[in-house]
């Protein structure tokens, strides 16, 4: 594939990986990288770290028990290999978890561990709350941009900052370089918030 724009001063993108929206928009970024000049930087954010002290239904406070552990793991990692590790490593858990339906158990972290060729033993963070204020800043280095009511995906670009795009399945090619052609144009406008309606199509992972 042939990139077509100008080159960006790149994007920064916040993921927690157990955020399936999240895991579809990193999906159309890689794709963008393909045919687009831009180059995507990972960063860890927390869904656990930010809804706990919000009211939230009890089903989704129950979908964010084991969320605590990837993110510590994505952490030790980062620390352990710096951040280059955090796509793969992002991308094997992201695959077990979101086309998988793979658990969240220390099995699935280490399998996620094996095959992006990192040391096995940084699942003990699963449980080692060390790792959760390195993970807080890194949290508030995205969220602080966009505000606490909303979550990842975020990304940042050019100064600009917004929560999004939310999508049910990721464009590829050239249909992805166009979304973010759009995505840039909007977002440069200052005074631009918020597009939105209602999702009717079910998330498609593939």
């Known amino acids: 594939m042939t ?66 552990g990837p993110v510590r793991v994505l952490m030790a990692a980062e620390q352990k290999y710096g951040k280059e590790v955090l796509l793969p490593l992002y991308t094997a858990l992201g695959t077990r978890f979101h086309l998988e339906k793979a658990d969240k158990s220390r099995a699935t972290i280490e399998a996620a ?24 800043r890194s949290h508030h280095l995205g969220m602080d941009q966009v505000g606490n009511e909303v979550g ?3 990304i940042a670009f050019d100064g600009h900052a917004f929560f999004g795009p939310v999508i049910s399945k990721a464009p590829r090619g050239e249909d992805a370089g166009r979304m973010w052609d759009a995505f840039v144009t909007l977002s440069a406008y200052d005074h631009f918030y918020e597009l939105k309606r209602s999702r009717t199509a079910d998330l498609d992972f593939t």
């Open 113 to 136: 561990l094996e095959e992006a060729g990192l040391d096995l033993a940084l699942a003990d963070a699963i449980d080692d709350p060390s790792y959760d204020e390195a993970i807080a």
């Open 152 to 154: 990842t995906p975020t």
């Open 3 to 68: 990139k077509t724009a100008e080159p960006t001063s790149g994007a920064d993108f916040w993921f927690d990986p157990v955020c399936p929206f999240a895991w579809i928009t990193s999906r159309w970024i890689l794709e963008v990288e393909q045919v687009r000049d831009i180059e995507v930087t990972w960063h860890i954010m927390s869904l656990a770290y930010l809804n706990q002290d919000k009211d939230i239904p009890d089903d989704y406070r129950k979908f964010l028990e084991p969320a605590w």
